[in-house]
């Protein structure tokens, strides 16, 4: 079946950079798109940026420019976020989310039915 | 951006009865509109997208409705499994954006 696999929590102090890792099975890797969403404690649910695991193009959250990258490694089938001069508001849960089916005739277009598999989540703490 | 407002922000509701949450959108997003069930400790899953169809192995009881600014999620007979967080989503523009949930609680 198909699975997101994130990696484990984080402890980090404000100012550091995290990395957070989302391993894919089950499905054909560069027929999807990737986009990582964040959830503070009690808070909703916010999208930070999307890759297309076919070519690489990316689309951030103006909120997150310049302190986020997100890459994807076809050889391993897994994507990555980083984000990068932490604060402690960006204490939360890291979700990577499969986003957007590749258009078999135009690799570049993509048909979006919502988020349709999460992975189990990354807890990441900034804390000094 | 667009901004996705939810409301209530609880509904309490009776095992058995109906709920209907709803979601506007402070411009249209054609039918670009997926509904997530959340619960405690788990990620969110998504149960409606394209306004009103449901997501694979979803029940039946789960419906969409609504275009363009307004949206309607309604539960037709809530059973113990339902009570959780309803988050609805935009995909018709970049950046996604979501509303901030409705808890469904038990009454």
């Known amino acids: 079946q198909v699975q997101l696999v994130q990696s484990g929590a984080e402890v980090k102090k404000p100012g550091a950079s995290v990395r957070v890792s989302c391993q894919t099975s089950?499905?054909?890797?560069?027929?999807?798109?990737l986009s990582w969403v964040r959830q503070a404690p009690g808070q909703g649910l916010e999208w930070m940026g999307w890759i297309s695991a076919f070519n690489g193009n990316i689309k951030y959250a103006q909120k997150f420019q310049g302190r986020v990258t997100v890459t994807a490694d076809t050889s391993t089938r897994t994507a990555y976020m980083e984000l990068r001069s932490l604060r402690s508001d960006d204490t939360a849960v890291y979700y990577c989310v499969r986003e957007g089916e590749r258009d078999t005739y135009n690799p570049t277009y993509y048909f979006y039915f919502g988020m349709d598999v999460w992975g189990q989540g990354t807890t990441v703490i900034v804390s000094s | 951006e667009i901004v996705m407002t939810q409301s209530p922000a609880t509904l309490s509701v009776s095992p058995g009865e109906r709920a209907t949450l709803s979601c506007r959108a402070s411009q249209s997003v054609g039918n670009s509109l997926a509904w997530y069930q959340q619960k405690p400790g788990q990620a969110p899953r998504l149960l409606i997208y394209d306004t009103s169809t449901r997501a694979t192995s979803i029940p039946a009881r789960f419906s969409g409705s609504g275009s363009g600014t307004e949206f309607t999620l309604t539960i037709s007979s809530l059973q113990s499994e339902d009570f959780a967080v309803y988050s609805c989503?935009?995909?018709?523009?970049?950046?996604?954006?979501f509303g901030q949930g409705t808890k469904v609680e038990i009454k």
């Open positions: 989503q935009q995909y018709n523009n970049w950046p996604r954006t």
């Open positions: 089950g499905y054909t890797f560069t027929n999807y798109a």
